[in-house]
């Protein structure tokens, strides 16, 4: 099993090596410079979020690029796997416990996972998001033998020492310091909260479903962890624009399902952030999409399997005492699948969290006997059996080199205006800058200088600057005369992969006072004559 993990780990870190597709990497890195109040008009409050990843990505990239910044990124993504998948790989002795598997199945299931991995590779970008699946796979390792320990009063009472005991503290120290530094990567650092309070939930029903004749429950125990869960709550105060950081993942989550006037833009407008239900339906992406949700269907139905096919961790009072057996006990049968539930949710709801609810299917996958007969069977014994993994595993190794040299620069031109910028560089304008969302955050880190319309971060506009914007598009004629009022002068626009504005190329392209200024395969620089 362990080579399972390694050979996991080590594929998603190959299948992460490719160009800077994710836009945003350049508007966080515009802003590890300069705050983004000081470059563009935002709604206040505004609270940076994301300082502790900019800084970290800006130190990256300005050591060594695009590439470093690649390379860094795909070994983060390869860190991630091995922390969700560590807890499914070790030896268990236990029954409730599959058995491991050899060498031979552990290269079947690698096969079946590459294939999702190959087939989702574009879903390992930089961003945020990594650092906040890093963070909560420690929390997957740590969390449930530190809330279990703890628990169990009777064990720390008669054998625990005082090195032990120091080594617990020293564990929740480092969780609540993990906390504090994730409040500053991203506004899921609520996932860590609920993550912490699920095992806390599922170690007091182990307590409170066993109850001993000889020996009445420590409720004190508890206390002692659920103030533990009440200062992760709190963290967010320990630093600066604390409220505003505590309140963030309200704002995040009316961002996800688009609640208010402007996350409903947000939510509707850009595809990652739509439903794969959505995008099939409108048939975007239509593969990865449908795969997407029947891998999701099928997660909610193994989270189902595992939970009531296998035996409660609460109905067996020979577990209460066996700390190791019940850790993975309640890990397998209660913890695992409720995450993976959850996770199956979230991505249904938006495409771009389909990254948090892989690495916990894969996790809750290696945990069920379907998985480990499918891996094992009789037919296993069969020289084609064992050759047809290898094949498929090289099959994808080859289209992944082909892809791989396809690449001729770490930075994705056909996304961004990478010769459009220089071009402008050289050409400055006196007026402003019209641009499609997407490239608004290269725009502003390659050229501060120049000012920028909007950029991918809806939500720190308003609704009605978000209905305007995309009025713009639909109807050309309203942006001529408006271009005028707001002193605009100068668009940017992409050629290719966004359909969205090829009616405003068309309108500026015939206006008498807009002319093509540059244009290259992939985007166009139209200026107005008369400025």
């Given at each position: 099993?362990?080579?399972?993990?390694?050979?996991?780990?080590?594929?998603?870190?190959?299948?992460?090596?490719f160009?800077?597709?994710?836009?945003?990497?350049?508007?966080?890195?515009?802003?590890?410079?300069e705050?983004v109040?000081?470059?563009?008009?935002?709604r206040?409050?505004v609270?940076?979020?994301?300082?502790?990843?900019?800084?970290?990505?800006?130190?990256?990239?300005?050591?060594?690029?695009?590439?470093?910044?690649?390379?860094?990124?795909?070994?983060?993504?390869?860190?991630?796997?091995?922390?969700?998948?560590?807890?499914?790989?070790?030896?268990?002795?236990?029954?409730?416990?599959?058995?491991p598997?050899?060498?031979?199945q552990?290269?079947?299931?690698?096969?079946?996972?590459?294939?999702?991995?190959?087939?989702?590779?574009?879903?390992?970008?930089i961003?945020?998001?990594?650092?906040?699946?890093?963070?909560?796979?420690?929390?997957?390792?740590i969390?449930?033998?530190?809330f279990?320990?703890?628990?169990?009063?009777?064990?720390?009472?008669?054998?625990?020492t005082?090195?032990?005991?120091?080594k617990?503290?020293?564990?929740?120290?480092?969780?609540?310091?993990?906390?504090?530094?994730?409040?500053?990567?991203?506004?899921?650092?609520?996932?860590?909260?609920?993550?912490?309070?699920?095992?806390?939930?599922?170690?007091?029903?182990?307590?409170?479903?066993?109850?001993?004749?000889?020996?009445?429950?420590?409720?004190k125990r508890?206390?002692?962890?659920?103030?533990?869960?009440?200062?992760?709550l709190?963290?967010?105060?320990?630093?600066?624009?604390?409220?505003?950081?505590?309140?963030y993942?309200?704002?995040?989550?009316?961002?996800?399902v688009?609640?208010?006037?402007?996350?409903?833009?947000?939510?509707?407008?850009?595809?990652?952030?739509?439903?794969?239900?959505?995008?099939?339906?409108?048939?975007?992406?239509?593969?990865?999409?449908?795969?997407?949700?029947?891998?999701?269907?099928?997660?909610?139905?193994?989270?189902?399997?595992?939970?009531?096919?296998?035996?409660?961790?609460?109905?067996?009072?020979?577990?209460?005492?066996?700390?190791?057996?019940?850790?993975?006990?309640?890990?397998?049968?209660?913890?695992?699948?409720?995450?993976?539930?959850?996770?199956?949710?979230?991505?249904?709801?938006?495409?771009?969290?389909?990254?948090?609810?892989?690495?916990?299917?894969?996790?809750?996958?290696?945990k069920t006997?379907?998985?480990?007969?499918?891996?094992?069977?009789?037919?296993?014994?069969?020289?084609?059996?064992?050759?047809?993994?290898?094949?498929?595993?090289?099959?994808?190794?080859?289209?992944?080199?082909?892809?791989?040299l396809?690449?001729?620069?770490?930075?994705?031109?056909?996304?961004?205006?990478?010769?459009?910028?220089?071009?402008?560089?050289?050409?400055?304008?006196?007026?402003?800058l019209f641009?499609?969302?997407?490239?608004?955050?290269?725009?502003?880190?390659?050229n501060?200088?120049d000012?920028?319309?909007?950029?991918?971060?809806?939500?720190?506009?308003?609704?009605?600057f978000?209905?305007?914007?995309?009025?713009?598009?639909?109807?050309?004629?309203?942006?001529?005369h408006?271009?005028e009022?707001?002193?605009m002068?100068?668009?940017?626009?992409?050629?290719?992969?966004?359909?969205?504005?090829?009616?405003?190329?068309?309108?500026?392209?015939?206006?008498?006072?807009?002319?093509?200024?540059?244009?290259?395969?992939?985007?166009?620089?139209?200026?107005?004559?008369?400025?």
């Amino acid at each position: 099993m362990m080579l399972l993990l390694v050979l996991v780990s080590i594929a998603v870190a190959l299948f992460a090596v490719f160009p800077l597709t994710d836009t945003d990497i350049w508007w966080h890195l515009a802003c590890a410079r300069e705050w983004v109040t000081t470059w563009t008009p935002v709604r206040e409050p505004v609270v940076n979020v994301h300082e502790y990843f900019q800084q970290i990505v800006a130190f990256v990239y300005n050591l060594g690029g695009a590439r470093l910044l690649v390379a860094f990124k795909a070994i983060l993504w390869g860190l991630v796997f091995a922390l969700f998948l560590w807890p499914s790989v070790r030896t268990r002795q236990d029954n409730v416990i599959a058995n491991p598997i050899g060498v031979k199945q552990s290269i079947i299931c690698f096969a079946i996972f590459a294939v999702i991995l190959f087939i989702f590779r574009y879903q390992f970008e930089i961003r945020p998001v990594l650092f906040s699946l890093i963070f909560l796979g420690i929390y997957w390792n740590i969390l449930p033998w530190l809330f279990i320990t703890a628990g169990k009063s009777h064990y720390l009472r008669h054998k625990k020492t005082n090195v032990a005991k120091a080594k617990m503290a020293a564990v929740a120290i480092a969780i609540l310091s993990i906390q504090w530094f994730w409040c500053r990567f991203q506004g899921l650092y609520i996932l860590g909260l609920l993550f912490a309070f699920t095992v806390f939930a599922f170690e007091f029903e182990v307590w409170n479903m066993v109850v001993w004749s000889w020996k009445k429950l420590d409720y004190k125990r508890y206390w002692g962890q659920l103030a533990f869960v009440a200062i992760m709550l709190v963290m967010p105060f320990l630093h600066r624009d604390g409220p505003h950081l505590f309140i963030y993942p309200v704002g995040l989550f009316d961002r996800l399902v688009g609640l208010s006037p402007s996350a409903a833009v947000f939510a509707s407008e850009i595809a990652e952030n739509r439903s794969p239900i959505t995008l099939l339906m409108a048939g975007e992406n239509v593969l990865q999409s449908a795969l997407m949700i029947v891998l999701v269907l099928a997660g909610i139905a193994l989270a189902c399997v595992q939970w009531y096919s296998r035996k409660s961790p609460y109905s067996s009072g020979r577990l209460v005492w066996q700390r190791t057996e019940r850790t993975e006990a309640i890990l397998d049968c209660r913890l695992l699948p409720f995450c993976l539930v959850v996770t199956a949710v979230l991505a249904l709801i938006a495409e771009r969290n389909f990254v948090l609810f892989l690495p916990v299917f894969f996790a809750v996958a290696l945990k069920t006997r379907f998985f480990a007969r499918l891996c094992s069977a009789e037919g296993k014994r069969s020289a084609i059996y064992a050759l047809l993994p290898m094949l498929l595993i090289a099959f994808l190794f080859g289209l992944w080199v082909k892809s791989l040299l396809a690449y001729d620069s770490m930075v994705a031109y056909q996304r961004v205006p990478v010769a459009a910028a220089e071009w402008m560089k050289s050409h400055p304008h006196s007026g402003r800058l019209f641009n499609d969302d997407r490239a608004g955050g290269y725009l502003a880190f390659v050229n501060p200088s120049d000012s920028t319309y909007i950029d991918g971060r809806f939500i720190l506009k308003t609704a009605e600057f978000f209905e305007n914007y995309l009025r713009y598009a639909e109807s050309p004629r309203v942006f001529l005369h408006e271009a005028e009022l707001q002193n605009m002068d100068r668009v940017v626009l992409p050629l290719r992969y966004y359909a969205r504005w090829d009616k405003l190329i068309a309108t500026l392209d015939s206006a008498e006072n807009w002319h093509v200024a540059y244009h290259d395969p992939f985007f166009v620089v139209m200026d107005r004559t008369n400025r």
